[in-house]
């Protein structure tokens, strides 16, 4: 934590707001789930942070990509990814998503409708594509505005059978994110598996992919059990074979926010100091238009019995540890908000930091995923974070050059 602390205070130096990203941590939570799961290729979801240096350091270590956004494509392209590497997977793509992207990943179609606009880009180019569906299965627990029903779309075979310029060779399902209890994402992993033996007889012949999605939970608060990867591991393991045996092509597991989240801190300078009915407030560059998950927490309290449908805005209370670099002393009770016209922005209530001070620097932790990516940052107008990588031999880098 020491060296933490150091590189924290250093961008200190320069910046009154900005995250900081670990190469060393990303690199060995990488490492752990290659071990873990070595028949399964890993998909980096860039919609968790998409940092120019986090992404080469995900990708130079044979992770591929996860894209939500025709941006995000072009952005994996961008950097070093070949398009059999990037899985395109989003609702609501448009027409013209669909063309600029159509050279620069593999597809994945979320309706039926967006079959058709394939079917209708590959007859223009007069080509044979191969493309993926997301599928909603029937196991899932309520309706989704992801992919298309199970049962529909296995009641659609005369429409998939017009397909003439598509060849369905892949599914894609995702139901479950943060999950800590190995038995049950191990049980979601096993379901996925045999829905993709169904979808292999539909579709007339072994699958080339099977995406089972994410669901690797990280323990964002101090009385969360971490997920037991060894046994979702031996899980994965069997099911693995069993697939390979079906002479099912490449499997695949998204990162979600594992090699990340943990990776990361958010920094901000405190600009003021209030006191009001005895309560002590520190006013601090940029928080929820900074760092916007730990306002939600105290913002949606109420999601706190049914945290799965406030993902990613929301996992958990006591997610955020909130400490001064460098700093200690004793302790004081002080509520953080920021330079929000809005009573909203307000980051934590009621928690000890030692004696604080105008210009003293506040971290926070977790903030290495769903963080810049999530946060409003053109509201008020206020200068976004800048955002810097402490690299294994210790010195601070930025995507526009090294600092000192």
Same mark, same amino acid.
């Given at each position: 934590?020491?060296?933490?602390?150091?590189?924290?205070?250093?961008?200190?130096?320069?910046?009154?707001?900005?995250?900081?990203?670990?190469?060393?941590?990303?690199?060995?939570?990488?490492?752990?789930?290659?071990?873990?799961?070595?028949?399964?290729?890993?998909?980096?979801?860039?919609?968790?942070?998409?940092?120019?240096?986090?992404?080469?350091?995900?990708?130079?270590?044979?992770?591929?990509?996860?894209?939500?956004?025709?941006?995000?494509?072009?952005?994996?392209?961008?950097?070093?990814?070949?398009?059999?590497?990037?899985?395109?997977? #989003? @609702?609501?793509?448009?027409?013209? !998503? =669909? %063309?600029?992207?159509?050279?620069? $990943?593999?597809?994945? +179609?979320?309706? /039926? *409708?967006?079959?058709?606009?394939?079917?209708?880009?590959?007859?223009?180019?007069?080509?044979?594509?191969?493309?993926?569906?997301?599928?909603?299965?029937?196991?899932?627990?309520?309706?989704?505005?992801?992919?298309?029903?199970?049962?529909?779309?296995?009641?659609?075979?005369?429409?998939?059978?017009?397909?003439?310029?598509?060849?369905?060779?892949?599914?894609?399902?995702?139901?479950?994110?943060?999950?800590?209890?190995?038995?049950?994402?191990?049980?979601?992993?096993?379901?996925?598996?045999?829905?993709?033996?169904?979808?292999?007889?539909?579709?007339?012949?072994?699958?080339?992919?099977?995406?089972?999605?994410?669901?690797?939970?990280?323990?964002? #608060? @101090?009385?969360?059990?971490?997920? !037991? =990867? %060894?046994?979702?591991?031996?899980? $994965?393991?069997?099911? +693995?074979?069993? /697939? *390979?045996?079906?002479?099912?092509?490449?499997?695949?597991?998204?990162?979600?926010?594992?090699?990340?989240?943990?990776?990361?801190?958010?920094?901000?300078?405190?600009?003021?100091?209030?006191?009001?009915?005895?309560?002590?407030?520190?006013?601090?560059?940029?928080?929820?238009?900074?760092?916007?998950?730990?306002?939600?927490?105290?913002?949606?309290?109420?999601?706190?019995?049914?945290?799965?449908?406030?993902?990613?805005?929301?996992?958990?209370?006591?997610?955020?540890?909130?400490?001064?670099?460098?700093?200690?002393?004793?302790?004081?009770?002080?509520?953080?908000?920021?330079?929000?016209?809005?009573?909203?922005?307000?980051?934590?209530?009621?928690?000890?930091?030692?004696?604080?001070?105008?210009?003293?620097?506040?971290?926070?932790?977790?903030?290495?995923?769903? +963080?810049?990516? /999530?946060?409003?940052?053109?509201?008020?107008?206020?200068?976004?974070?800048?955002?810097?990588?402490?690299?294994?031999?210790?010195?601070?880098?930025?995507?526009?050059?090294?600092?000192?």
């Amino acid at each position: 934590m020491e060296r933490i602390e150091a590189a924290l205070l250093a961008g200190g130096q320069r910046y009154d707001s900005f995250y900081l990203y670990d190469q060393c941590i990303i690199q060995q939570r990488i490492e752990e789930l290659q071990k873990t799961f070595p028949q399964y290729q890993l998909l980096y979801s860039v919609k968790a942070n998409c940092f120019g240096p986090v992404l080469n350091i995900l990708f130079d270590q044979g992770v591929w990509a996860d894209a939500a956004s025709l941006r995000e494509v072009l952005l994996c392209h961008q950097h070093g990814l070949g398009p059999q590497q990037i899985y395109y997977s #989003a @609702p609501a793509k448009r027409l013209s !998503d =669909l %063309e600029k992207a159509w050279d620069n $990943c593999i597809i994945i +179609a979320d309706s /039926l *409708h967006e079959l058709e606009l394939l079917e209708e880009i590959a007859a223009k180019r007069c080509q044979q594509a191969k493309v993926g569906i997301r599928v909603h299965p029937q196991f899932a627990p309520a309706p989704s505005k992801f992919g298309v029903e199970e049962q529909q779309l296995f009641a659609s075979k005369g429409f998939l059978n017009r397909l003439s310029h598509l060849q369905l060779v892949g599914i894609h399902v995702h139901l479950r994110s943060q999950q800590l209890e190995a038995d049950g994402l191990s049980h979601y992993y096993q379901q996925v598996g045999e829905l993709a033996q169904r979808c292999a007889h539909l579709f007339g012949g072994p699958l080339e992919f099977v995406n089972f999605g994410g669901g690797l939970g990280i323990n964002y #608060a @101090p009385n969360q059990t971490p997920l !037991d =990867l %060894e046994a979702v591991g031996a899980a $994965c393991a069997a099911l +693995a074979e069993q /697939l *390979h045996a079906q002479k099912v092509g490449k499997l695949l597991l998204e990162t979600g926010r594992f090699p990340v989240c943990q990776a990361g801190w958010y920094a901000a300078r405190i600009i003021d100091i209030k006191e009001c009915r005895g309560e002590k407030f520190l006013l601090v560059q940029n928080t929820l238009n900074g760092f916007l998950r730990p306002s939600m927490a105290l913002l949606v309290e109420g999601w706190s019995q049914n945290p799965a449908a406030a993902e990613p805005l929301y996992t958990c209370q006591d997610a955020f540890r909130f400490f001064l670099p460098g700093k200690e002393g004793p302790l004081e009770r002080v509520q953080v908000a920021g330079n929000l016209c809005t009573a909203a922005d307000q980051m934590a209530r009621d928690i000890l930091l030692p004696s604080p001070k105008i210009g003293d620097l506040l971290a926070v932790s977790n903030a290495g995923s769903y +963080a810049y990516t /999530l946060s409003p940052q053109l509201f008020a107008g206020q200068q976004p974070p800048a955002q810097l990588l402490l690299r294994e031999d210790g010195a601070l880098g930025m995507d526009l050059g090294i600092l000192a």
